[in-house]
């Protein structure tokens, strides 16, 4: 797991010293080694590394890299699981390497197959390949979107990294606020591919390859995650018995390593199918618990039955809230991008690489892949709902949603409910309301500088995930969108930023994209057994004990909700007071945040709401983000706090 950075220019010249800061900007995802190189050329480029050593720890594994053969150069950020097997089809046909990395065998594979090399990868992976020959460059992410790249082109250079912050480290970019990032940010607490929360800067979409030739730039996809809809010869237990086979096999895979791995062990379904699959290759885990010394939020008796049943090498961090709640300052400036989630994730990566862990795998993807949320059993029947909805003219359905709201207490769920009956039927889709942070009208209210523009692009996400699963049947389509939006969007990209802060590499068995081929050619109602939560994982798994499989629903939880009312209340009122004169300013209403603030002190909306404009702030203060009204006219409308 690494850090990468480059920055082309087809008529000019590559700083070193641009380079080298934008690098050094990385050093957390790499602490290992790092390197610089500019390829001179008609076109000039630079590459940066920065490098987190997991295989093939020796010289021969530093970046960037070239191949001695095609004189082409490479960065790359992730692991190809594969890479063996294709490393031995390639020396079958007479290619020849230098080193035991995968690395090497992303840019042999490249050298002999071209774009279609990305074919053969299993894994995760952002990477990047001068093609010294065509004067091309090829980077591409892996298809499920587990590590982030970004690119922008200013002026005439064209520029991509692994994070936000390396981009805005080379000065190049200009630090504004985008409005339609923000506008899906307040609308679902993060920003959704391929928007971001930057002006100019844009996410490589999961499953697509992208050339820079002659300043001209082409993406294109390489991989879908939807397929047409129960197209299985298998019978049901047949694939039961596939999935299976195939969990296992992606578990044994995400095991290579040069040093020591370990898994993040919560004591729920996911993490301990993790730990059962992995005891079936042999393997004795080295499993760590986060465990709050305060028993509200324990999970203590379940993560030490499963680290019993399996024998595992078992650690246990005690945690206290005060840990917790002192770790806030230093996961606000690990996030590339704002989140409302997060901060999990950095307090147990934090403790994991301080037990001297570089690896560990984590059992996320499996709420949304094997139909563990409330959504899988919600939404279909909101879709019913909505379709009903449908056939009433769109002001009468305003009219009974003004009626529900004038008789129905205002708490978030409310206010969704009636955001739903008054939707116009594209972008309130149920799964998007079930979603919501703030309904549109809280959002419109909030964002006082949108226009029509920044709307449409910020929906624009949403529309194209929707076509894309349209055909599908309810609970398929609830898994594409929980897996290509929430997941994608809030935990892979929370996930990433913040056990790469502690240079932790974080490996997600569960989601990989031949078991995500295998389920969305299967009926979605294959994945839903009234009887057990997420039947096809506890099958995997074999014989968890009972009370993990029985057990209520229940993840990583903070106790934001008494942080706010209590040892937070003092920074969050300050800074949302403040709002005003802060770096959004321009684009948000004082007089809204303040509307936020008060129903959450009443009990009307839940710590998220607030939360998340305080994380906003933050976020724009820390990397100096900067919004501009587009006219001293709406400038003066914003209203100011009391």
């Known amino acids: 797991m690494c850090g990468i950075v480059g920055i082309a220019v087809q008529s000019g010249t590559v700083t070193p010293e641009i380079l080298e800061r934008a690098t050094r900007s990385l050093a957390h995802r790499g602490p290992d080694d790092s390197g610089i190189v500019i390829i001179r050329g008609p076109a000039e480029v630079g590459f940066g590394h920065r490098r987190l050593a997991v295989l093939d720890l020796s010289p021969l594994g530093h970046q960037p890299m070239q191949d001695a053969e095609t004189g082409n150069w490479i960065v790359h950020n992730g ?52 093609d010294v020959g065509k004067q091309c460059m090829f980077m591409a992410r892996d298809p499920m979107g587990i590590k982030p790249l970004y690119y922008c082109s200013i002026g005439k250079y064209f520029l991509f990294a692994s994070e936000i912050r390396a981009l805005l480290a080379t000065g190049l970019v200009p630090r504004r606020l985008d409005r339609a990032g923000l506008l899906n940010y307040l609308t679902f607490g993060s920003s959704y591919d391929p928007l971001t929360l930057v002006e100019g800067m844009s996410a490589l979409r999961p499953g697509h390859f992208l050339t820079w030739q002659k300043d001209t730039v082409r993406e294109t996809p390489f991989w879908k995650l939807t397929a047409a809809p129960q197209t299985t010869s298998l019978r049901r237990d047949q694939f039961e018995r596939e999935i299976g086979e195939g ?24 993490s301990s199918s993790l730990v059962a699959l992995l005891s079936r290759t042999g393997v004795k885990p080295n499993t760590f618990s986060l465990v709050f ?39 606000l400036q690990a996030m590339d991008q704002p989140s409302i989630d997060g901060l999990n994730s950095f307090v147990i990566s934090q403790h994991t690489r301080a037990a001297g862990i570089k690896v560990a795998l984590s059992g996320l993807g499996g709420d949304e892949l094997f139909g563990g949320y409330y959504t899988f059993r919600n939404v279909p ?57 703030f309904t549109p009208s809280q959002r419109d209210r909030l964002a006082a500088d949108g226009d029509a523009a920044d709307r449409d692009r910020a929906s624009l996400p949403l529309f194209e995930s929707l076509a894309y699963c349209d055909t599908l049947d309810p609970i398929s389509r609830v898994s594409y969108l929980e897996t290509r939006c929430y997941m994608l969007n809030t935990l892979l990209r929370d996930s990433d930023a913040m056990s790469m802060a502690h240079g932790l590499e974080l490996r997600v068995p569960l989601v990989d994209h031949r078991i995500a081929e295998m389920l969305f050619i299967a009926p979605g109602d294959w994945r839903i057994d009234r009887s057990t939560p997420k039947h096809l994982l506890v099958k995997a798994a074999g014989q968890l004990p009972t009370e993990i499989v029985r057990r209520p629903k229940r993840g990583f939880t903070l106790p934001f909700e008494h942080w706010l009312r209590d040892q937070l209340r003092p920074q969050v009122e300050t800074t949302l007071a403040s709002i005003g004169d802060g770096p959004v300013g321009n684009v948000v209403n004082p007089a809204a945040v303040r509307r936020v603030w008060d129903d959450f002190l009443v009990g009307k909306t839940s710590w998220s709401r607030p939360w998340s404009l305080y994380v906003l702030q933050r976020w724009c203060e820390l990397n100096g983000i900067t919004a501009y009204a587009r006219s001293p006219v709406v400038r003066r409308k914003i209203a100011t706090w009391p």
């Open 293 to 331: 010394r305060e028993s509200d939020y324990s999970e203590q008796e379940y993560s030490r039955a499963v680290a019993h049943r399996f024998a595992t090498n078992h650690q246990e961090v005690f945690l206290s809230q005060e840990d917790a709640l002192d770790a806030i300052p230093s996961a």
């Open 79 to 130: 692991e190809i699981y594969n890479f063996r097997e294709i490393r031995k089809q390639l020396e079958g046909e007479g290619i020849c390497f230098r080193s035991r990395s995968d690395t090497e065998v992303v840019l042999k594979a490249y050298g002999r197959w071209g774009e279609n090399c990305l074919d053969h990868f299993r894994g995760m992976y952002a990477f990047a390949i001068w």
């Open 247 to 270: 969990l296992y096999e992606a578990v044994r895979a995400q095991m290579i390593s040069d040093v020591p791995v370990g898994v993040f062990l919560s004591g729920g379904i996911d």
């Open 381 to 437: 029947r909101l879709e019913s709902f909505a379709s009903a909805l449908g056939v009433l003219p769109r002001l009468a359905r305003k009219s009974v949603a003004g009626a529900f709201s004038s008789i129905a207490s205002a708490t978030d769920q409310s206010r969704k409910i009636a955001a739903l009956i008054s939707g116009n039927g594209s972008m309130l889709h149920p799964y998007f309301v079930a979603r919501m942070l």
